[in-house]
């Protein structure tokens, strides 16, 4: 890093004023204050286009991972009781096996209510807000609910809900404003709403347009057919770009035989309101009538009337994000994190890691700085998609064909194997290893908690994790996980890997 | 190993003859098949006492971990429909919202149908039994319906399902016997049932007592309560003994408050019939009714009737079990793999594992011995237990106190924090770690899901994971493994490592 002129002692109102209130400002708000210093963080939330509000926390706890991971255990939790319970036993009464020969059928789609969904997963996000405020004030960091714009490279100017004017000057700043979803930029673009409203929406969703075809969408398109809606994806191009390929096609398999409609290779051209409905016509001349349509199309860097220009702080075009290096920005007194930062990934927990090892550097002497290579990650589409690493495509692209071995199998999770309606699915795991050294380049992960079982491999990744590491580590049993431990047929043998029995 | 005497050029039957087709015995016979030795595999199940019997493929796919899972997976499904599913919406109606001012009660206990439950588990084992048989011709290992028992150091006389008599002869052998439950020792003993009962009982358990307090006990108690039994668990001393002492506490206390009596500090001293019922009388005097007592207080080498003494292997009396030191026993040619093996943790994985890298050094010329530290495990209670490395017990006494240093933290599962009757629940992590040179010694983790959480771990701590590569790791948000990527507080701080908000 630059020296970036701070001295303890400034005349300033703040050692550290940090913009922006989401997971990775609270996160190094807190680690610097912990360090001494003194800090105020700025949290304004400017409404959705459609109007929806939320409190402290940002992103994540609002209207991002919180909410869509309560809606995905609902989908999951939907699917237990239609595909598995009555087969466990569960409701089932011996008149109603009598009935049906011996075998109870799968239960029929429950009744479902979307307003008590919505209704207890926005009270749970009302109790985090309400401890992210105890938090700040228990770490001794100032929370101020403001609305911040740079004056110059030590002063912010401040307007509250009210409109009143304020300045705060500050001897560093870290920017932590995050992003919002991109517009849908087409005729009636303005009737579509997005991640940001879907999640406390006051009616029941209906039928659901999702257009876009990455994490957000097929996330949402994922758990609102799991409670019952009828849903279809308008995809551009391909699904989840930037994952690997036969991963993100066995996802889009998996989705359609949950009964989700693709539709492939459009984009929305026009909307229009048609009665209650809107109706949207598609590039490829087709339309449809929905009740929602959810635009997910991307996100780009809550930056526009941030002030930059009046500082000198350059911003990508592209996505409005912020470029730095060792997360400082051109102007070596203002640092960036989380989603803002041009090139970070847009999770949570690296906004958080990268927010305090950044207030450690500031405050606490350390020199240890954030590394971005090898972060695990979750989709929780369906059926769940860990990974870890190179996708296949990346591994052979970098290290050519002559180098790359991949080893893959497919395994039916126990958990399923009750139930009939499960039947055609199946879990699917492969690690991606360079020939040569045995090193592994990528894991790839497709079932139930793949989150879960990531993470641990994550850190054995972080210890440069061999193949042999793993099929060296002894399997627990019964588990999903333990199948990285018994992968043996490569691709290029040409075996099956087709699931066997336990 | 010692050289055992094997040549290529021998005359006996078989290159390799293993006694027993259980989990171990199954995998070292198609390794060393594939490696070119000619292999019989002889399993024969002699029914329990109270008259069970299965097919091919040993404890863990008849009568251990894949009907056990399958039993716990019914419960944690039951306690989904009980405690979650209304408050995600599943189930409501707009009226019954209403009727409840606004909030949806838990669910009352669904109807259970064991018959379903344990028919569809055996019918799946049954599937499971046929793919192995499948498995073991494709491998082209023989396989002998028949049991057996040592005649000499190169042969064994089998008897079938008639009583007929034969002989088999082979190079070198596997014992594989694996072991049984430890039958109830007091009066009226006979009259209890043990796991190999349990997952194929033909009637409803109903009003059960298990007796014992580790494993196997814990876990049978945890199912059968998840499924809406009226469970007792008879402690003779303390619950899970070689576990970390405060994690075998949090597991005994969510059990309490899922409704399961402990009756501490007693064994049963007589069973008498009672009507229907079995009368229990324990060693403090007390006594009660029940209509099935389960028996769950360790299990011995399967040995008895082997004719061991005919070839000079040694058995220890305590358990039954046979000693040896790379799996080989004190007859050069004879070797010992997986449960019936003194001193091998009795786990699936672990029998796999050593005696596929057995066939390995037998005919592969590998010389990679296997390694028993460090392996991961879990407990299939209803709160799920997942740990590698020593406990926080073991760690101390074997380095001092002055050496050992434990972070622990409380949570609460996003996946439980809709539900107001899981409030008083919540999982815990801890990782026992050396404070001298910051290496993990252990890693504890209570929560759903722990098998799955574990595994990754497990391989880095065969890396040699240090606690900061674990802090260093970038977490995978919305998930409980990350929990262990933000592990801070230490137990000698004296702070508080009470579950905080996401
Ligand atoms: C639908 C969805 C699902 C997601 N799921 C996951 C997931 O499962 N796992 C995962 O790891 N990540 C997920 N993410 C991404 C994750 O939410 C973000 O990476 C994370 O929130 C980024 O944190 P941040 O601190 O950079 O910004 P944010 O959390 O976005 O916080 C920025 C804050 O700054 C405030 N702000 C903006 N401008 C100003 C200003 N001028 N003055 C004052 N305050 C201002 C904003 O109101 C906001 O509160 C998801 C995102 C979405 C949208
Ligand atoms: C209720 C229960 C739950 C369990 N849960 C788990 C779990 O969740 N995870 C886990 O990892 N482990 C679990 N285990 C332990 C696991 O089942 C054993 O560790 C594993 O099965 C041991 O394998 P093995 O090959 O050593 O022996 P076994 O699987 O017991 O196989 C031995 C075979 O040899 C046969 N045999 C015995 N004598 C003769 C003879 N003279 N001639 C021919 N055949 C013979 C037997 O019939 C049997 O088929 C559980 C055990 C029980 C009882
Ligand atoms: N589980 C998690 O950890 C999680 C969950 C959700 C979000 N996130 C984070 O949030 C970020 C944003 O996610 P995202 O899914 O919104 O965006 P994204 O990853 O940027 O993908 C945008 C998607 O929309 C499509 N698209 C772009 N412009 C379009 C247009 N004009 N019309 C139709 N389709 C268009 C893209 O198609 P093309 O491929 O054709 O360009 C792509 O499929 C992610 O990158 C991720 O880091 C994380
Ligand atoms: N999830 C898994 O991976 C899994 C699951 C199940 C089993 N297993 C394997 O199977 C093995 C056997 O399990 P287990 O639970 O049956 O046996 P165990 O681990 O040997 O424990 C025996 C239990 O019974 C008690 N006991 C012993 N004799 C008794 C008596 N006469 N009266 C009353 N109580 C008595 C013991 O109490 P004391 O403490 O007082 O001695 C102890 O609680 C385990 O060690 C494990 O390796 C693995």
Same mark, same amino acid.
Request: glycine content about 12%; proline content about 4%.
């Given at each position: 890093?630059?020296?970036?002129?701070?001295?303890?002692?400034?005349?300033?109102?703040?050692?550290?004023?940090?913009?922006?209130?989401?997971?990775?400002?609270?996160?190094?708000?807190?680690?610097?204050?912990?360090?001494?210093?003194?800090?105020?963080?700025?949290?304004?939330?400017?409404?959705?286009?459609?109007?929806?509000?939320?409190?402290?926390?940002?992103?994540?706890?609002?209207?991002?991972?919180?909410?869509?991971?309560?809606?995905?255990?609902?989908?999951?939790?939907?699917?237990?009781?239609?595909?598995?319970?009555?087969?466990?036993?569960?409701?089932?009464?011996?008149?109603?096996?009598?009935?049906?020969?011996?075998?109870?059928?799968?239960?029929?789609?429950?009744?479902?209510?979307?307003?008590?969904?919505?209704?207890?997963?926005?009270?749970?996000?009302?109790?985090?807000?309400?401890?992210?405020?105890?938090?700040?004030?228990?770490?001794?960091?100032?929370?101020?609910?403001?609305?911040?714009?740079?004056?110059?490279?030590?002063?912010?100017?401040?307007?509250?809900?009210?409109?009143?004017?304020?300045?705060?000057?500050?001897?560093?700043?870290?920017?932590? =404003? @995050?992003?919002?979803?991109?517009? #849908?930029? /087409?005729? *009636?673009?303005?009737?579509? +709403?997005?991640? &940001?409203?879907?999640?406390?929406?006051?009616?029941?969703?209906?039928?659901?347009?999702? =257009? @876009?075809?990455?994490?957000?969408? #097929?996330? /949402?398109? *994922?758990?609102?057919?799991? +409670?019952?809606? &009828?849903?279809?994806?308008?995809?551009?191009?391909?699904?989840?770009?930037?994952?690997?390929?036969?991963?993100?096609?066995?996802?889009?398999?998996?989705?359609?035989?949950?009964?989700?409609?693709?539709?492939?290779?459009?984009?929305?051209?026009?909307?229009?309101?048609?009665?209650?409905?809107?109706?949207?016509?598609?590039?490829?001349?087709?339309?449809?009538?929905?009740?929602?349509?959810?635009?997910?199309?991307?996100?780009?860097?809550?930056?526009?009337?941030?002030?930059?220009?009046?500082?000198?702080?350059?911003?990508?075009?592209?996505?409005?994000?912020?470029?730095?290096?060792?997360?400082?920005?051109?102007?070596?007194?203002?640092?960036?994190?989380?989603?803002?930062?041009?090139?970070?990934?847009?999770?949570?927990?690296?906004?958080?890691?990268?927010?305090?090892?950044?207030?450690?550097?500031?405050?606490?002497?350390?020199?240890?700085?954030?590394?971005?290579?090898?972060?695990?990650?979750?989709?929780?589409?369906?059926?769940?998609?860990?990974?870890?690493?190179?996708?296949?495509?990346?591994?052979?692209?970098?290290?050519?064909?002559?180098?790359?071995?991949?080893?893959?199998?497919?395994?039916?999770?126990?958990?399923?194997?009750?139930?009939?309606?499960?039947?055609?699915?199946?879990?699917?795991?492969?690690?991606?290893?360079?020939?040569?050294?045995?090193?592994?380049?990528?894991?790839?992960?497709?079932?139930?908690?793949?989150?879960?079982?990531?993470?641990?491999?994550?850190?054995?990744?972080?210890?440069?994790?061999?193949?042999?590491?793993?099929?060296?580590?002894?399997?627990?049993?019964?588990?999903?996980?333990?199948?990285?431990?018994?992968?043996?047929?490569?691709?290029?043998?040409?075996?099956?890997?087709?699931?066997?029995?336990?």
């Amino acid at each position: 890093m630059v020296p970036d002129g701070h001295s303890p002692s400034h005349s300033y109102d703040y050692d550290l004023l940090i913009l922006g209130g989401g997971s990775g400002g609270l996160a190094a708000s807190k680690e610097a204050a912990k360090l001494g210093a003194k800090v105020a963080v700025l949290d304004y939330v400017k409404p959705s286009p459609a109007g929806s509000k939320w409190g402290l926390g940002g992103t994540c706890v609002n209207v991002g991972c919180i909410p869509k991971k309560l809606m995905h255990n609902a989908a999951l939790l939907n699917g237990n009781y239609v595909h598995d319970q009555p087969h466990y036993g569960i409701g089932v009464t011996p008149e109603s096996i009598e009935a049906n020969y011996g075998m109870t059928q799968d239960n029929t789609a429950a009744t479902h209510s979307w307003d008590m969904l919505k209704q207890n997963v926005q009270n749970h996000i009302r109790g985090l807000n309400f401890k992210y405020r105890v938090d700040l004030r228990e770490k001794e960091v100032t929370y101020l609910n403001l609305l911040g714009k740079f004056v110059d490279k030590n002063t912010i100017e401040t307007v509250d809900k009210k409109g009143n004017v304020d300045t705060v000057t500050f001897s560093r700043c870290m920017i932590a =404003v @995050g992003g919002r979803p991109t517009p #849908l930029n /087409c005729e *009636g673009g303005e009737m579509a +709403i997005s991640s &940001d409203d879907i999640f406390s929406l006051d009616r029941d969703p209906g039928k659901v347009l999702c =257009v @876009g075809a990455s994490y957000i969408s #097929l996330e /949402c398109a *994922g758990f609102l057919r799991g +409670i019952g809606k &009828d849903v279809t994806v308008a995809v551009r191009s391909i699904l989840l770009r930037g994952f690997d390929r036969e991963c993100a096609k066995l996802i889009g398999e998996h989705m359609k035989d949950e009964g989700i409609v693709f539709r492939e290779e459009v984009v929305p051209t026009k909307l229009e309101k048609v009665g209650e409905k809107i109706k949207v016509t598609f590039s490829n001349g087709e339309s449809d009538e929905y009740d929602t349509v959810l635009a997910a199309i991307g996100r780009s860097g809550d930056t526009s009337k941030l002030g930059l220009e009046n500082v000198g702080v350059a911003v990508n075009p592209k996505n409005s994000k912020i470029s730095a290096k060792f997360e400082q920005t051109s102007v070596p007194n203002i640092y960036v994190i989380g989603d803002v930062m041009d090139g970070c990934p847009e999770l949570t927990p690296v906004a958080i890691h990268a927010g305090k090892a950044l207030s450690r550097r500031l405050f606490g002497g350390s020199n240890q700085a954030m590394d971005y290579r090898n972060i695990c990650t979750t989709v929780f589409t369906p059926l769940e998609y860990g990974t870890v690493g190179y996708s296949e495509d990346e591994a052979i692209a970098e290290f050519g064909e002559e180098t790359v071995t991949v080893y893959h199998k497919y395994f039916i999770p126990l958990e399923w194997s009750l139930s009939p309606s499960r039947g055609s699915h199946q879990g699917f795991c492969k690690a991606i290893v360079n020939k040569h050294t045995d090193k592994v380049l990528g894991l790839h992960y497709l079932g139930p908690n793949a989150g879960e079982v990531m993470q641990g491999f994550g850190t054995a990744m972080k210890l440069g994790c061999k193949f042999e590491d793993i099929t060296e580590t002894v399997g627990i049993h019964p588990t999903t996980a333990e199948e990285f431990t018994t992968l043996s047929i490569t691709k290029e043998s040409g075996e099956d890997a087709a699931a066997s029995g336990c």
